[in-house]
């Protein structure tokens, strides 16, 4: 049986990506996977062999123990290696030189200082410029790192079906989820305040899971209860992945919605393409991600203000009729899991 060894610095079973790839993998390979101990709730996985790296001490501590697992684990294993990226990650192959490496870098810095941005982007270029390969989330990502491989793959965003569910649009229920950082989600909520003061005659509500470990979720509930929005606005805080299927079920619009900015506009938000395969209509920011993914078919894009957001619900009012779910699923079939493992993580997996 082939075996793939992860190293990932955030702990098993919480990075969605890589927990799909081994979900669907695990019958057919020995899959190792090393991560910290975060203190979550552990998950487990046939096939699985999980090892977690304790997380205690200072920084400092807690980078050389990850690091000296890491080294460990590589050198012992025969088989495909595939790290997350993580700063410093070029001490590993550095030190296991003649191992071959695979890194994959899902996002870029998204700090909203410049100066912060331009020194971690300068970091995770020198990291993953040792490396035999590299995948990046999309061709913008990669673009932007400047990656100077030969060896490069593009390892698109996966979703699942949450919904199987076909939705129906006398009523307009409105679902955000995500984090609630640097998104600017009150542009949102001050939209859909104007939306409901203009259509009294239209059932709706609006569905925000989510956090931060900033003030933004605290911002919200003042602005709700100030604006007597609470009979429209349920702010549910941060829910597990599990208790989503409701929301999805439930809802007929998704709300994908971040800045319009260069450091967001090649980062796809998951939720995008969970939403449409589940069959709700994306009312996503105009960001070239979502750009390359939303359709009339689909969904609806906007600009990232109160003002736009209101006119994308007033345009899914007008058209509601047209939207039907099952081909709302199809659009994106192909982004489906399963079809993302096969035609692109794979093909990196046999090449290391």
């Known amino acids: 049986m082939k075996k793939i060894l992860f190293i990932d610095r955030y702990q098993f079973g919480y990075t969605t990506d890589t927990l799909k790839y081994c979900e669907h993998l695990n019958q057919q390979y020995k899959i190792r996977y090393v991560s910290f101990d975060l203190g979550w709730k552990k998950i487990k996985i046939p096939n699985v ?81 040792v490396f035999d390969s590299a995948s990046f989330i999309t061709q913008g990502v990669k673009e932007q790192i400047s990656w100077s491989g030969k060896k490069y ?19 307009l229920n409105l679902l955000y989820v995500g984090t609630l950082a640097n998104r600017n989600i009150i542009d949102t909520v001050k939209g859909y305040e104007n939306f409901t003061k203009l259509h009294p005659e239209i059932k709706s509500h609006y569905d925000i899971i989510g956090d931060s470990s900033g003030n933004e979720l605290q911002e919200l509930r003042q602005y709700v209860n100030e604006k007597g929005l609470n009979e429209h606005i349920t702010l549910h805080g941060r829910l597990p992945y599990t208790a989503l299927s409701t929301f999805f079920d439930s809802h007929n619009i998704g709300i994908s919605y971040v800045p319009i900015t260069d450091y967001y506009d090649h980062q796809p938000p998951t939720k995008t393409y969970e939403y449409i395969l589940s069959g709700l209509v994306c009312v996503a920011t105009s960001t070239y991600s979502n750009k390359k993914i939303i359709t009339s ?56």
Request: glycine share 2%; hydrophobic share 45%; with cysteine.
């Open 49 to 129: 062999n999980t090892i977690y790296v304790p997380r205690y001490g200072n920084i400092v501590i807690r980078a050389v123990l990850f690091l000296i697992y890491a080294i460990v684990n590589c050198l012992f294993f025969d088989g495909a290696i595939f790290i997350l990226y993580f700063p410093k990650c070029s001490l590993l192959k550095r030190i296991l030189f003649w191992k071959k490496m695979h890194i994959d870098i899902r996002t870029l810095a998204v700090n909203t200082n410049p100066e912060e941005r331009a020194s971690i982007n300068k970091q995770i270029q020198k990291d993953i410029a």
């Open 153 to 171: 793959f593009i390892l698109p965003l996966g979703a699942d079906i949450l919904s199987h569910t076909n939705k129906t649009f006398d009523e």
């Open 297 to 352: 078919t689909n969904g609806i894009l906007h600009q990232d203000n109160a003002a736009s957001f209101q006119n994308a619900l007033e345009t899914m009012l007008k058209n509601k009729e047209q939207y039907d779910s099952q081909l709302i699923r199809e659009s994106l079939h192909k982004y489906q899991w399963e079809n993302i493992i096969k035609e692109s993580f794979l093909p990196i997996i046999n090449s290391i």
